[in-house]
């Protein structure tokens, strides 16, 4: 998915969190715990890369992972 000039498209948050099939809070975690960064603004709106979202949910996943199985 490329924007115009072969840059990448920038998404608002609701949207990422749908296409990570995550909830829209889950990347305002991410955002406070400084896993994932807007790469713009648009008024208030946060937009973010894709492939971004997605190497944040792949983190958090590992994340998840390895806290379970420290627990058992």
């Known amino acids: ?7 990448p498209a920038l998404i608002p ?14 990347i305002r975690k991410w ?3 400084g896993r994932l960064a807007p790469a713009a603004r648009a008024g ?3 937009l973010f890369r894709l492939e971004d ?12 992972h390895r806290a379970r199985r420290a627990s058992a």
Do not use: D, H, N
């Open 31 to 33: 955002v406070q715990l």
């Open 13 to 26: 948050g609701p949207l990422a969190a749908r296409e990570a099939g995550v909830a829209p809070a889950t």
């Open 53 to 64: 979202v997605f190497a944040a949910e792949r983190a958090s996943r590992g994340t998840q």
């Open 44 to 46: 208030r709106a946060q």
């Open 1 to 7: 998915m490329s924007g115009a000039a072969g840059l």
